[in-house]
């Protein structure tokens, strides 16, 4: 479960989420969605723990992300937008650091990172060194590797992005069965259509603030009160 | 032309918004830099102005021997700068996202490889123009010299030999690229490195500065000659040597001797940068592909079946995510070759500094030479390894690279991290401080065998100054971060490194100023038998032991507060 509260991130004068409140519970797929530039990361890196809010509560799980890191980052999974890996390491070997990071043990490390690289059917070239990669190929170890240690919340900053349309549909497939098992996600894409596929309850921030939040069935009820498409209606709320 | 100069008005504009964005931690930033440069650099200029006055009125040396050592310090400084720009310069050339960016575009590869040749000369090298000048300041005030010698000096000497080094630097990876390609770069590295390790052992073999001292003395008093008689002839084909006899010359007051030196120097100069234009115009692309079919011959899958010595499948002692970030930090070292060879380089450097110490032969039995020779054996052991510590422990941080979002997004506290890395950095450079300690103070053995309080002293001072040094390295290593800097040798040579570099010299300096009067108390119980209290060394051990555990804490919250910054 994520519960964010009254959060604002300000850069100097530059205000990047103001007043920002939405509670995900258990087993919901929140979409995020936004224009460039009009919050998305800055809100769910202060959900990972990589920035401090500098007003308002962030909590995860239970846990303040701020006063209790360590608790709050054990049930979490993070997957960032652009998938950084160790360069010398393997994808196989990411993985297998990432579940150490979460103090598994041993044996559930080796049937976690067996089940993963075959679920995203990553065997052929989980091998080679990470520097040796496609973006694509990042982004899907980056997302197996946080499905290692069976997280109760995932934030996924557009996960779409170079993947091919097989590990497209895999990736989909997953964050929908993820949430089915009770699993509470956040995910920022730009992607409408993958938004509208996906997600439970959708919303838009635009200059930092919560402009729209509504489930499908709200959404679609709005959808209709214009010409029938998501994308109008992020066009005109993001105006 | 016209695309060259494009290219450079936008890095150029880059380059300044960079160094001139206004913010209160850029400005304190460069408040400090300023200060801890400048102060360097005052430094520079006394230590090089009093001993050039020391050599040459105290000792007597004479201007011709002066000189000559001149020569040896110009000839290890222009292979260190070879030697660094071949390193650095792989990775500029072959390495760089922005070579691979300019190579799709319609841009001669020359150009391109002007930019980058350029961009890695001057990036690397900023630092030693400023050293370069305050020794030649501190030098050329001894001697009374106008303004426009300095000048002239700097832009028409001084720079273009440093230029040569890098030319010749260029051309020599451009030739190993070429049989990289044919036998393998792993071996061919080997072979260059064996190459320069031999052709230094035998510059010093051929021109021995202690059989050189002997020469000169029979000469005494008329030591200011022209004693060319004396020097190997090979010595005459050395850009070490050129500059070396400009100065002496000069000195002299033979004006057109000393130019016609610095004229070959120019000369020479320009021929190997028309050479390398040339070459890199019909090679540098061909050893840029090849440098892409050696990284993708390095790129081979490897067998997941086959055990390796570190392997995250396999349980150690540790658990974890301690396990995890140990085997993370040496896969990460081993893997990178810049790192290894790096670090065969600086075991080489420390194995030649222990052996030529631990041969030492210490005649002079007088209270204040034995002393001076300790501190400065003392002073460069510190020095050493304060560069080892440059090298491997400031870049720690900054390695961690993009990727360190896996890390700050993990259960994982940040005084965890910074304590690895620190408790891994501590273990080598003690251990090497510790040997290079040891060894410094086995000459002196003979003296003090009685009394051992010279290796238990060289003991605790290894272990507080490798104390402040590694934290020193490690917290403004951190607070300094370059992550989107890969290059281990490149992050350990900007401004933030260089600033750390000049802070550990101030602390050993503090060091050594602590320890000089019980030191010299105890040299002269050994001499001259004046009683010595061994409780008169506890006071300052303490004190420098509390100096290095403040420094060794500040530097580590510093560091940690860094690592607590949004991401």
Known sequence: MIELRSVTKTFGTFTAVDNLSITIPPGELFGFLGPNGAGKTTTIKMIAGLFAPTSGTVIVNGFNIVTHPIDAKRTLAYVPDQPFLYDKLTGREFLYFVGGLYKMQKDLVHRRVAEVIEHFEIGRWVDKKAEDYSQGMRQRISIAAALVHQPKTIIVDEPMIGLDPRSSKIVRETLRQQAKAGVSILMSTHSLPVAEELCDRIGIIHNGRLVYCDTKDGMRAFEASMDGKLESVFLEITK | ???????????????????????????????????????????????????????????????????????????????????????????????????????????????????????????????????????????????????????????????????????????????????????????????????????????????????????????????????????????????????????????????????????????????????????????????????????????????????????????????????????KEYLTFVREPSQVIHLIVMLVLTTLFVASIGNLNLRIRVTEIQLVTYLVLFAFGGFLVSSVALRFVYPAVSLEGNAFWALRSAPVRPEAILALKFAIGFFIVFFLAFVVSFASNVPFLRFSGRTPLLPWFGLFSAFWMSLAVVGLNLGLGGYFANYNEKNPIRVASTQGATLTFLCTLVFLIVLVVIFLYPLSVYFQSLFIFRPFDRWSIVVPGTLAGMISTAVCGVSFAVGLRSLRRDW
């Open chain 2, 1 to 327: 032309m016209t695309l060259f100069l494009h290219i450079l008005r936008y890095k150029v504009r880059s380059f300044l918004n960079a160094t001139f964005e206004v913010s209160s931690i850029s400005v304190i930033r460069g408040i400090g830099s300023l200060l801890v440069f400048g102060g360097f650099a005052v430094g520079a200029y006394y230590f090089s102005n009093n001993i050039t006055a020391f050599v040459l009125e105290q000792t007597r040396t004479g201007l011709y021997l002066y000189h000559r050592f001149i020569s040896m310090m110009l000839f290890v400084f222009f292979v260190a700068v070879n030697m660094g720009n071949v390193i650095v310069s792989y990775s500029t050339l072959y390495r760089s996202g922005e070579v691979s960016y300019f190579m799709t575009k319609p841009i001669p590869h020359i150009t391109i490889f002007l930019h980058k040749f350029l961009d890695n000369f001057f990036y690397s090298s900023t630092t030693l123009f400023l050293v370069a000048f305050a020794v030649l300041l501190g030098y050329g005030t001894y001697f009374g010299y106008s303004w426009y010698f300095f000048a002239g000096v700097m832009f028409f000497v001084l720079i273009p030999f440093m230029f040569l080094a890098a030319c010749m630097a260029v051309l020599v990876l451009m030739g190993v690229m070429r049989l990289a390609g044919r036998f393998g770069f792993r071996p061919v590295m080997g072979g260059l490195f064996a190459v320069y390790v031999g052709f230094i052992a035998l510059f010093f073999r051929s021109s021995n500065p202690v059989r050189l001292i002997e020469q000169v003395n029979r000469y005494y008093p008329n030591v200011d000659n022209y004693l060319s008689q004396l020097d190997p002839g090979f010595l005459n084909y050395l850009p070490s040597h050129w500059v070396a006899e400009f100065l002496f010359f000069l000195a002299r007051g033979d004006v057109a001797r000393g130019v016609s030196h610095a004229g070959i120097l120019l000369c020479t100069v320009a021929g190997m940068f028309a050479v390398l234009v040339l070459v890199a115009s019909r090679y540098y692309y061909k050893s840029w592909l090849i440098s892409l079919k050696i990284q993708a011959a390095a790129s081979a899958p490897y067998d997941p079946e086959k055990a390796n010595v570190v392997d995250f499948r396999s349980s150690g002692l540790l658990k974890g995510a301690l396990e995890s970030l140990v085997k």
